[in-house]
C-alpha cells in the first residue's frame, strides 16, 4: 500500500457528552496534562505509511490550530474549513495525489501502534474498512479514492449531499461503504463517556501507565519554558503537576494540567483540574472533574473557582439525575468555561453545564446532590 492520505475532523465534541459545548474546539482540548486531542492524533498516525495530513476545523479556530501545530514544526500543514462543500471538498481529494484515505475524527481520544493500524487494514484486503478499539466502534476509516468518489457520487444523487460535510462524509458516506469492523487494541481516553474520561485521566498517577507517558514524552514536542511551582505554603501528596501548574494549597492524589493555579487555603483530593482554572481561596474540591477555562479574554488573576467554593465530597455514590451513566458513583462535573462564584457548593454527582452564567450559579448557591444546572440561552451573552 502506497501513502495513505490522512483527514484530520474536528466537527466539535458530540453534545451527548455533558461538560463540552457545540463550539468546542477538541483539536486543542486538553488530555493526560500536557497534550491535546490533536496530539493524541498526530501520535496515532505517525508511521511512514501515512503521507500528507489535512485538517479540517471551523474557520474561526483554524489560527489556534495552526498555532498549536508550531510545535510539531507543522505550521504549513493545511487547515480547511469544515463547511466547504462537497464540490470543494472532492477538489481536495483529487490534488491529494493518494488512492488511499484514513478518516479520523479527532473528537475520540485514544492511543494504538500506527503500525499495527496500517497492517490490520492491509491484510484486510476490502476497499473501505472501519477501526474498532477494544470492540467499541471508532469514527475511523480506510477506504480507497476510488470507493470514496464512488459513494460521494451516490449519496449526492439521492440528496444527501445538503447536509454538513461531515455528517454527509462518516455517517452517509462512509458508514454504508464499509465493509468489514477491523478490531485493534488500545489505550481509550475519551469515547462515549465523562466518568471513563475521569478514570483514564487519573491513571497518570498508575505506575502502569509510565510506558505510555514514555511514549508520549517522546514523541509529542514540548513548548518547553513553562515550570511547576509549588510555594512554601503548598503540599502535594501522589499528584500529576504539569508544567505551568502553580500550587500554594493542598493537592492530594489529583492530575492538575497546564496553567492552573490552586491558591492558599485550598484542598483539591480525587479530582482533575484542566488548563486554564485559577481555584481560589479556602476551597475545596473532591472527587471532581473541573473542565478547562479555553476563553481568549480571561484575566490573568480571575478566579474560574470562587472563595469558600464546595465540590463534591468523599464518600458519596450519588449518580447524576440526567446523566446517570455518564456522571456516576458521587463524581461531579464543572463543564467547559467554568465560572463558579464565591461560597457556593455543588453537592455529589452534580453537573454544571459548559459556559453557565456565574449569575444563574450565584442564583441557587446551593446544587444538591444528583441534579444539573443545564445552560440556557442566556449564558451564552
Not at 501528596?237 to 504539569?242: C, E, G, K, V
Not at 491558591?263 to 480525587?270: A, D, L, Q
Not at 464565591?342 to 446551593?366: H, M, Q, W, Y
Request: hydrophobic share 45%.
Amino acid at each position: 500500500m502506497e501513502h495513505i492520505t490522512v483527514l484530520f475532523f474536528d466537527q466539535g465534541a458530540s453534545l451527548r457528552l455533558p461538560g463540552f459545548s457545540a463550539s468546542c474546539q477538541t483539536s486543542i482540548f486538553p488530555v493526560w496534562g500536557t497534550y491535546t486531542f490533536l496530539d493524541i492524533a498526530m501520535v496515532n498516525t505517525a508511521s511512514e505509511i501515512f503521507g500528507k495530513k489535512l485538517i479540517f476545523a471551523r474557520k474561526e479556530k483554524a489560527k489556534t490550530v495552526s498555532a498549536h501545530l508550531q510545535l510539531w514544526e507543522a505550521a504549513d500543514l493545511p487547515i480547511f474549513p469544515a463547511d466547504i462543500s462537497v464540490e470543494q471538498f472532492s477538489a481536495i481529494l483529487n490534488e491529494a495525489g493518494s488512492d488511499h484515505f484514513l478518516f479520523y475524527d479527532v473528537s475520540q481520544v485514544f492511543l494504538l501502534n500506527p503500525d499495527e493500524l496500517v497492517r490490520a487494514a492491509v491484510e484486510a484486503g476490502k476497499d473501505t474498512v472501519k477501526i474498532s478499539l477494544n470492540d467499541i466502534p471508532l469514527d475511523m476509516y480506510i477506504i480507497t479514492k476510488k470507493k470514496l468518489k464512488s459513494g460521494i457520487q451516490h449519496m449526492t444523487k439521492i440528496g444527501a449531499g445538503k447536509k454538513p460535510l461531515f455528517e454527509f462524509l462518516f455517517f452517509e458516506v462512509l458508514a454504508d461503504a464499509f465493509e468489514i469492523l477491523l478490531p485493534l487494541q488500545g489505550e481509550a481516553v475519551l469515547l462515549n463517556n465523562i466518568a471513563d474520561f475521569y478514570h483514564n485521566n487519573m491513571r497518570v498517577l498508575s505506575r502502569n501507565f509510565n510506558g505510555i507517558l514514555n511514549r508520549l514524552l517522546y514523541a509529542v514536542p514540548q513548548a518547553g519554558g513553562t515550570d511547576t511551582l509549588i510555594s512554601k505554603n503548598g503540599w502535594v501528596r501522589n499528584s500529576f503537576i504539569s508544567p505551568g501548574g502553580r500550587v500554594d494549597g493542598y493537592v492530594e492524589n489529583s492530575v492538575i494540567f497546564s496553567n492552573v493555579h490552586i491558591k492558599e487555603k485550598s484542598s483539591v483530593i480525587n479530582s482533575i483540574i484542566m488548563n486554564g482554572n485559577q481555584v481560589g481561596r479556602n476551597s475545596t474540591i473532591i472527587n471532581a472533574i473541573v473542565f478547562p477555562f479555553m476563553e481568549d479574554t480571561q484575566a490573568l488573576n480571575t478566579n474560574t473557582i470562587g472563595d469558600h467554593v464546595t465540590i463534591g465530597f468523599s464518600g458519596s455514590k450519588a449518580n447524576n439525575r440526567d446523566f446517570p451513566d455518564q456522571i456516576r458513583e458521587g463524581l461531579t462535573v464543572i463543564g467547559l468555561n467554568p465560572s463558579i462564584p464565591d461560597n457556593c457548593v455543588v453537592e455529589p454527582g452534580c453537573f454544571i453545564d459548559a459556559d453557565v452564567s456565574p449569575a444563574r450559579i450565584k442564583s441557587i448557591k446551593l446544587l444538591k446532590k444528583g441534579n444539573s444546572l443545564l445552560r440556557e440561552s442566556g449564558d451564552l451573552q
